[in-house]
């Protein structure tokens, strides 16, 4: 039986390989997609999921609107220099001809994990904004959530959105610290392995070669984000699939090798949204992470591998 999967995210070019991926994977049944501010404004994310959706052909999925800020501080203002000015490349969507459904993300979380006590996964590839607020309404959904599978963080490498944390988790500290902090089972696969993945420039083609408008659409989205990343890094060849490594946990977890460590989010200064696991021999010292449950922390992974199945995957979608 496919595994029933809600995925949260902020759509990103990353994001849309990341779904589309998961979309022709028989081993998972995407149930909904909820939004949230991040790359873009929550507006913003929440037209481009629809519209994903309709050029899906998967307009059957409905869409929540989530959050428009982090808990505990407006907006930061997203990545357009990543992701293109509307999100998704220099594609200039305009209109979407559906709608989001009535009732906001948390609220739809709360009711799709309660539907299907201990089977529905989330899979947050955004700040973590929403499932804290989920599970502030509702603390009883930690244990009825089957696996919540978090693209987000930096345990033992540099961060991408400051030196010191990952852009989703700096998004919003306060929310990372809550979720992470539930008494549920969560996986963190963050930059230690994420950043370890590329589409190279022939991985690329070999999706642009497809012919569906889905292909279309990712072959537009990513030339943008492609650029970024050719611009940014120098030699660097191709883009970095942050969310379809991430999620890729739901189709072959052999393909990483992880760790148990609860994990604190700093909150101030440079340190600000840095994710911090607790060594266990120093576990007596540390009281800040005493009691906090485990984590299971991806800390490498099979990168070229990664880089087929992610490839295979979006080459395969719609036949
Ligand atoms: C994460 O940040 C976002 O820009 C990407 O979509 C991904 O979820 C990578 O740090
Ligand atoms: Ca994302």
């Given amino acids: 039986m496919p595994r029933p999967v809600l995925i949260d ?7 849309v390989l990341a779904i589309a991926m998961l979309l022709a994977s028989p081993e998972v049944e995407v149930i909904g997609l909820t939004t949230v501010h991040g790359n873009m404004s929550v507006d913003v994310c929440t037209r ?7 050029v899906a052909s998967r307009t059957d999925i409905p869409v929540a609107r989530g ?25 200039m969507v305009d209109g979407v001809s559906t709608t989001p459904v009535g009732e906001d993300a948390a609220d739809f979380i709360i009711r ?22 989920a599970l502030e309404r509702d603390p009883g959904i930690a244990e009825l959530t089957a696996e919540v599978v978090v693209m987000g963080g930096n345990a033992y490498c540099d961060g991408n959105a400051s030196p010191a944390a990952e852009a989703n988790i700096l ?21 230690d392995v994420t950043d370890e993945v ?20 990712l072959r537009e989205a990513s030339a943008f984000y492609q650029r970024f990343h050719e611009e940014a890094i120098p030699g660097y060849d191709g883009l970095c699939p942050h969310d379809a490594t991430a999620l890729a946990w739901l ?14 989010v700093g909150m101030e200064g440079l340190g600000r949204g840095k994710t911090w696991p607790a060594e266990p021999y120093r576990m007596p010292e540390y009281e800040p992470w005493r009691g906090r449950p485990e984590v299971t922390i991806a800390t490498q992974v099979d990168a070229s591998a990664m880089a087929d199945l992610i490839t295979t995957r979006l080459v395969a979608f719609g036949s």
Avoid at 48 to 54: I, M, P, T, V, W
């Fill in 9 to 15: 995210t902020d759509p990103g070019v990353d994001d």
């Fill in 48 to 54: 481009n999921a629809l519209y994903f959706l309709e």
């Fill in 67 to 91: 959050a428009g800020d982090p808990i505990a501080m407006p907006f930061r203002g997203g990545a357009a220099f990543v992701h293109g000015p509307d999100g998704l490349g220099d594609r």
């Fill in 112 to 133: 799709s994990v309660r539907a299907r006590p201990g089977e529905v996964v989330l899979a947050p590839i955004g700040p973590l904004t929403n499932l804290a607020v």
């Fill in 171 to 191: 998004n919003d500290p306060e929310a990372a610290e809550i979720v992470f902090g539930a008494d549920w089972p969560v996986v963190m696969l963050g930059l």
């Fill in 198 to 217: 590329s589409l190279t420039g022939a991985h690329l083609d070999r999706i642009a070669a497809g012919t569906t408008p889905m292909h279309a659409l």
């Fill in 251 to 264: 189709i072959d977890p052999s393909l990483f090798e992880v760790i148990e460590r609860p994990i604190r």
